[in-house]
């Protein structure tokens, strides 16, 4: 008998993607008043502004761990219910 967590309990992985899912959104925003010079002529940022445009991967990334770990802890309540 399996035993399913209720919709507003934080599951493993959850804090991941949503942390993930707010470091991506950061990245995306950097990104586009990154690229916004380009198009209104203006002068460009300076190069690390350029580098805070990374946090769109690093974002996945972290997004992409809490996906994993959640679909390993659903993987060890399976088999922990079969045993």
Same mark, same amino acid.
């Given at each position: 008998?399996?035993v399913t967590p209720h919709?507003?309990? /934080?599951?493993?992985?959850?804090? #991941?993607?949503?942390? @993930?899912?707010?470091?991506?959104? +950061? &990245?995306?925003v950097a990104t586009l %008043? ?14 690390? /502004?350029?580098?805070?445009?990374? #946090?769109?991967?690093? @974002?996945?990334?972290?997004?992409? +761990? &809490?996906?994993?770990?959640?679909? %390993? ?11």
């Amino acid at each position: 008998m399996t035993v399913t967590p209720h919709s507003d309990e /934080a599951r493993p992985g959850d804090g #991941l993607v949503r942390a @993930g899912g707010i470091v991506f959104i +950061a &990245g995306a925003v950097a990104t586009l %008043a990154t690229m916004a010079p380009l198009f209104l002529d203006v002068d460009p940022f300076p190069p690390y /502004a350029w580098a805070v445009c990374m #946090l769109m991967g690093v @974002g996945f990334l972290i997004s992409a +761990a &809490g996906v994993l770990r959640s679909a %390993a802890a659903q993987r060890r309540d399976a088999r922990a219910s079969q045993a």
